[in-house]
T-cell receptor
Framework: DTGVSQDPRHKITKRGQNVTFRCDPISEHNRLYWYRQTLGQGPEFLTYFQNEAQLEKSRLLSDRFSAERPKGSFSTLEIQRTEQGDSAMYLC????????????FGSGTRLTVV | AQKVTQAQTEISVVEKEDVTLDCVYETRDTTYYLFWYKQPPSGELVFLIRRNSFDEQNEISGRYSWNFQKSTSSFNFTITASQVVDSAVYFCALSESNSGYALNFGKGTSLLVTP
């Protein structure tokens, strides 16, 4: 297992377009988290899954955002009708249920909305 | 309310100096974890350490050491004999059982080590 993979690494999109990001976690980790990081800030929690169940969503996750983890393996994060304020690095992390084995982060997807 | 406070926004030191990065946290949970991550200019988050709330032993790993004090809700990070390669943004984070153990990050401290 090579760690947490995120695709694409970079995405430039026009305002109003929809975008989808993918995250492949470490296979034995049943928790998967999405975070957003803007310039000069720490990562901010968006949502997390335990297996295929989405257990918590931050208030940062507006109704334009949707995340899925259909088979409890990879996850997708979709942003509809993108806005310039959505420009950020979107990070995925995976862990076991209590984080005792630590959280492994992917390299992120950098979204630029023009 | 900010659960993790890193009051130092930027620190600049000269190589070989010791530097301490401060972290103060807030939680009502009795079971929680504290973390430090390093984010170099390349952008990836590099895990440095995890402590659980029941283990207040200080830890040393090479030039890195961590001081966990529950009485002051602090988890400070010291780099001894800093090197240019230590230049990065360092984040302290808290995970609590009542939030699904999601990481709650501070705003980070940008460390610049100059030759």
């Amino acid at each position: 297992d090579t760690g947490v993979s995120q695709d694409p690494r970079h995405k430039i999109t026009k305002r109003g377009q929809n975008v989808t990001f993918r995250c492949d976690p470490i296979s034995e980790h049943n928790r998967l988290y999405w975070y957003r990081q803007t310039l000069g800030q720490g990562p901010e929690f968006l949502t997390y899954f335990q297996n295929e169940a989405q257990l918590e969503k931050s208030r940062l996750l507006s109704d334009r955002f949707s995340a899925e983890r259909p088979k409890g393996s990879f996850s997708t994060l979709e942003i509809q009708r993108t806005e310039q304020g959505d420009s950020a690095m979107y990070l995925c992390a995976s862990s076991n249920p209590t984080g005792e084995v630590g959280y492994t982060f992917g390299s992120g997807t950098r979204l630029t909305v023009v | 309310a900010q659960k993790v406070t890193q009051a130092q926004t930027e620190i600049s030191v000269v190589e070989k100096e010791d530097v301490t990065l401060d972290c103060v946290y807030e939680t009502r949970d009795t079971t929680y974890y504290l973390f430090w991550y390093k984010q170099p200019p390349s952008g990836e988050l590099v895990f440095l350490i995890r402590r659980n709330s029941f283990d207040e032993q200080n830890e040393i790993s090479g030039r890195y050491s961590w001081n966990f004090q529950k009485s002051t809700s602090s988890f400070n990070f010291t780099i001894t004999a800093s090197q240019v390669v230590d230049s990065a943004v360092y984040f302290c984070a808290l995970s609590e059982s009542n939030s699904g153990y999601a990481l709650n990050f501070g705003k980070g401290t940008s460390l610049l080590v100059t030759p």
